[in-house]
């Protein structure tokens, strides 16, 4: 039943994937709690109702069912940062990698547990092995600092790479940045330019800013 249920979500029919949801959910199924609760969250066949999604995700939390855990973890975290933490390390624990991302990125920035860049790049990295593209480029700022890590320029340098081959705007950026200043890598303005002109199309803002100026003083034509 719950693969009827999921095949009843993926080609759209969200109300008839609802009252499977439910009906499995309340027997208990902890997969099902968070599909239902994802879709309450998501107001997906149903009104939104955060009430619902957080009620359900519990329920399949309370039986450590992963993405319960992570999706809890996200409705928690404006207004407490330690209870998304500890949220966000169970489901860590158990292999999910925006979940490993989002306990980097707190142990980096001290939100919710006591900075700790060493284990920020243990868990950045556990992400990057699953294809995280943001965990392969903030892993490559810690060894292009040296936080946490030993300061590494062709480490970070294959992390920014990674990062930029899916896409990732700041990859582009921050690899655009080794070429421009031969770090890791043989100096390359052009290829600088190039990734940089990448970044930019992506939204990010530096990048769309050296363009701009570039541009207004006549040195590119973008």
Request: with cysteine; charged share 25%; hydrophobic share 40%.
């Amino acid at each position: 039943m719950i693969e009827t249920a999921h095949d009843a979500y993926n080609t759209h029919h969200y109300s008839q994937a609802l009252a499977l949801y439910t009906a499995l959910a309340e027997r208990d199924n902890a997969d099902a709690q968070t599909s239902l609760g994802f879709m309450y969250q998501n107001a997906q066949g149903t009104a939104k109702d955060t009430e619902k999604a957080r009620f359900w995700y519990e329920k399949a939390a309370e039986k450590k069912q992963p993405y319960a855990l992570f999706n809890l973890a996200l409705l928690h975290y404006d207004n407490d940062r330690f209870r998304a933490y500890a949220l966000f390390l169970e489901a860590a624990i158990l292999e999910v990698p925006p979940a490993q991302y989002e306990v980097a990125l707190m142990l980096e920035r001290g939100l919710g547990c006591v900075q700790n860049y060493s284990e920020a790049a243990f868990w950045y990295e556990e992400a990057a092995k699953r294809g995280h593209a943001e965990a392969f480029n903030n892993l490559g700022v810690l060894y292009k600092e040296g936080h946490g890590v030993e300061q590494n320029m062709a480490r970070a340098l294959r992390c920014f790479e990674r990062a930029s081959e899916n896409g990732l705007p700041t990859g582009h950026y921050n690899l655009g940045l080794m070429y421009d200043q031969g770090l890791g890598v043989t100096q390359d303005h052009d290829k600088a330019l190039e990734l940089c002109r990448k970044a930019a199309y992506g939204g990010h803002s530096k990048a769309k800013a050296i363009i701009a100026q570039l541009q207004d003083d006549g040195k590119i034509v973008f």
